[in-house]
């Protein structure tokens, strides 16, 4: 669907077979194909190699491509905040060389080889993010993908459908180790609710490894955070006792550590953390993960403009609450166009999906666990929502529909 010029189409045989959209993708451009079966009207002169499995195919490529690679490989997994890593990591590395990393979200079966195919190989970093849906899905990955260095950057209640527990989560999310070398490291964050079961986990691969977060164990420790004019600030001290001082250019405690975890990558790799701190000016929240927009009304409805939070990508009850919090502390007071008139913080939000059983509980605990105070109205949307909005304070109640159609009337 994303083909562009000069691009190979891989035709993969999924919900929809790729082999019936190979007419199109060489209108799009693509150079040349692997695919199942020829169809019909392809043209005489176009290259294709035919094979029984473009699966086989592509993660052929993803070995090949990987085996040429001469430069350091991070990957990434987590229950949150993998995505942001990734990016605050690709934006901190490229002052020191030349960065690949996976685009958008592609951390499954597809994602990660289809990222290794498409390395450069004069990379001097690649950033590989690995993700999850069900059960041993990240141990091929992590085999395929083979990384000097593992970053975990929490775990919690997601995907509790597919496993149950956060402790079996916490031991899918460890396999992340089974394809770094006996000299490898992982990164992990203390602050996970089952750190002492991942690091246990971890332990069986025989890697090194390093802890980061606002635990007092922690080995690379967040001592304060505070927001101020929407940016996190934050003082953290490493293992060598020097104190330093960061900043990010988003609203949330969660944005200083995934932080945290990306600097330790760093002192991993031997790099100056303050010239990589200094980099991370030009890092800002991706869409659907934290990004501020300024909606500007036209002039006869000039004091009804307002700022979208785009926290939309996903949901589980420790992105929830990261989320509602940032709301809470979002500031107008460096904004003009606010000064002048009253304003107020509105919540929409959607059902936490993949909580298995718990999805009720899970639902109804997170309207005792977030501070409303400094947030006026509170809409939600899904049927398990709905557990959320029956224990909200009745002077916060919004709306409540079934979908997002309803709402939207």
């Known amino acids: 669907r994303e083909i562009k010029k000069n691009d190979l189409f891989i035709a993969i ?17 693509a150079k040349a194909a692997i695919i199942n079966k020829v169809p019909i009207g392809l043209p005489i002169n176009f290259p294709y190699i035919l094979v029984k499995d473009s699966m086989k195919a592509l993660h052929a490529i993803a070995k090949y491509s990987r085996k ?9 997994t987590g229950s949150v905040g993998k995505t942001t890593s990734k990016d605050m990591l690709a934006v901190m590395l490229a002052t020191f060389g030349k960065v690949s990393k996976a685009e958008k979200s592609l951390n499954n079966h597809l994602g990660v080889p289809l990222t290794l195919a498409r390395t450069p190989p004069d990379s001097d970093f690649l950033i590989v993010e690995i993700g999850m849906s069900d059960k041993k899905e990240i141990a091929p990955l992590s085999t395929l993908a083979r990384p000097d260095i593992a970053l975990i950057t929490d775990i919690s209640e997601a995907h ?48 090194k490894q390093i802890s980061f977060g606002a635990h007092s164990s922690s080995l690379y420790k967040l001592t304060k955070t505070a ?43 031997g790099l100056d953390i303050t010239r990589g701190i200094f980099a991370l000016s030009n890092w800002f929240p991706a869409d ?15 004091e009804l403009s ?79 929502m709905n557990y959320f909005y029956k224990k909200l304070p009745v002077s ?3 709306k409540w529909v079934k979908t997002a159609k309803e709402f939207v009337r």
């Open 68 to 76: 040429r690679y001469k430069g350091n490989l991070i990957a990434i």
């Open 288 to 302: 659907g993960r934290g990004s501020v927009t300024e909606v500007k009304c036209d002039d006869s409805y000039n």
């Open 13 to 29: 045989k999924s919900k929809r077979d790729g082999n019936d959209f190979i007419l199109s993708a060489i209108e799009k451009g």
């Open 160 to 207: 509790l459908a597919s496993f149950g527990s956060v402790t079996q989560i916490a031991k899918e999310k460890a396999d992340i180790c089974v394809g770094l070398p006996k000299t490898g490291f992982c990164i992990v964050s203390r602050d996970s609710t089952k750190y002492t079961s991942l690091s246990r986990y971890i332990g069986r691969f025989g890697v």
């Open 396 to 398: 916060k109640k919004g």
């Open 306 to 384: 307002f700022t979208v939070i785009d926290e939309t990508y996903n949901a589980n009850p420790t992105s929830m609450v990261a989320a509602l919090q940032g709301l809470a502390n979002f500031s107008f007071a460096n904004s003009n166009k606010y000064k002048s008139c009253s304003t107020r913080r509105v919540a929409i939000i959607g059902d936490m999906l993949e909580l298995g059983d718990n999805a009720k509980k899970r639902h109804s605990d997170l309207a005792t666990i977030v501070d409303f105070d400094d947030i006026d109205v509170v809409h939600c949307i899904g049927t398990s």
């Open 227 to 269: 927001i101020k004019n929407n940016k996190t600030c934050a003082t953290t001290i490493l293992p060598s006792g020097l104190e330093f001082f960061f900043k990010v250019n988003s609203s949330g405690v969660h944005h200083a550590k995934n932080t945290l975890g990306v600097i330790c990558v760093l002192e991993v790799l």
